[in-house]
């Protein structure tokens, strides 16, 4: 796998200068209007292409699920900054054809290891099948494809060497591995982190390597960023819960 020349060049560029952070990470659902006419925000896109980070990495809630991403996507690689589009893959057959494969866009796709509490194993057999099509799909259009897979405390280092040697078997240009920010109290976070290095080795490639540490933490403080806000939501409600069954002892 090799690492794009021109990304290498612009990410030095970024950690010499200063105040430029390298990877700007943007939720879709925050600049894309569900169902509406005109689906992007002008105004979010303009900020966007006028910052001066290189990459621009699109996740949060799934991107594919919203009408105007191609056209996002689109607008920001035309500007010179690098697109990666996380997606779990499961719709990318199905809306390939609405994408351009220009050199500057990565899509990436999650590939999990292991299996995951309250889902299915069907349900994840079929996601990972859609995942594989849509990798497929889109090789032989001639997209770049990212493989991103997460690290979690209970994924075995076997599991991950398996999950990496299948990604390389589907040829794909690049992979980044994070590790998954898992809310738990007994957390071993020097544990993941050191399995989370050990799994990247895997790779074998320096550059990937090193890219993936520098996705790492953007992606870990939108991760605890949205824990933070959903923790909030739920004390919120539960207070107004309270509240409303006093209300009614009190009645």
């Known amino acids: 796998m090799q690492f794009p020349l021109r990304l290498t060049a612009d ?9 430029v952070c390298p990877i700007q990470f943007l939720d879709a659902a925050e600049i894309l209007h569900h169902d509406s006419n005109h689906p992007v925000s002008h105004e979010k896109t303009r900020e966007i292409n006028a910052s001066r980070s290189p990459v621009v990495w699109i996740g ?9 991403i191609s056209h996002l996507v689109r607008a920001i690689t035309q500007t010179g900054h690098f697109v990666f589009l996380e997606t779990d893959g499961t719709l990318l057959r ?5 994408f351009q494969p220009v050199s500057r866009l990565f899509l990436t796709v ?5 299996p995951r509490s309250g889902i299915s194993k069907s349900t994840r057999t079929n996601a990972f099948e ?5 990798i497929r799909a889109a090789r032989l259009s001639g997209f770049l494809i990212c493989a991103h897979s997460r690290v979690h405390e209970q ?15 589907l040829d794909v240009d690049g992979i980044v591995i994070s590790p998954a920010n898992d809310r738990s109290a007994n957390r071993d976070t020097a544990a993941l982190q050191e399995k989370t290095a050990e799994a990247r080795k895997l790779v074998g490639s320096k550059w990937w390597e090193s890219f993936s540490r520098l996705v790492e933490p953007v992606l870990s403080a939108v991760s605890r960023g949205r824990v933070q806000r959903n ?21």
């Open 94 to 98: 199905r809306r390939i054809h609405e």
């Open 231 to 251: 923790e909030e939501t739920g004390a919120t409600r539960e207070q107004e819960t309270h509240a409303n069954e006093e209300g009614v002892r009190v009645a």
């Open 130 to 134: 859609l995942a594989i099509e849509g």
């Open 155 to 169: 994924t075995e280092q076997a599991a991950l060497a398996g999950l990496v040697q299948f990604a390389q078997s």
């Open 60 to 68: 949060g809630s799934e991107p594919l699920h919203h009408a105007g």
């Open 110 to 114: 999650r590939l999990e290891s292991g």
């Open 11 to 19: 990410l030095a560029v970024a950690r010499f200068a200063s105040r």
